[in-house]
């Protein structure tokens, strides 16, 4: 017989998590909501979107971030 999958469902829907009702307090949501109510408005880039403006919002050094590549990327044809 096959053992039972584990799916998300099963274990972060029941409490003591409550995964889709429970408040959420990190600095993406809190920032998600800043933007949804015209509080802040990101920067947008030609060459890189939003994602300066969104890193300095947080407080994330951009120097903190880096770019692998792979042979084996779905991507390859972009890299």
Known sequence: ????????????????????????????????????SDEIELQYEED??????FLKTLDISISSQALVFSKTSLQLQRI
């Open 1 to 36: 017989m096959a053992p039972k999958l584990f799916t998300q469902n099963q274990s972060f829907e029941r409490a003591p998590i409550n995964y889709h009702e429970a408040e959420v307090f990190d600095p993406v949501s809190k920032l998600a909501v800043k933007i949804k």
């Open 48 to 53: 890189f979107g939003y994602l300066r403006s």
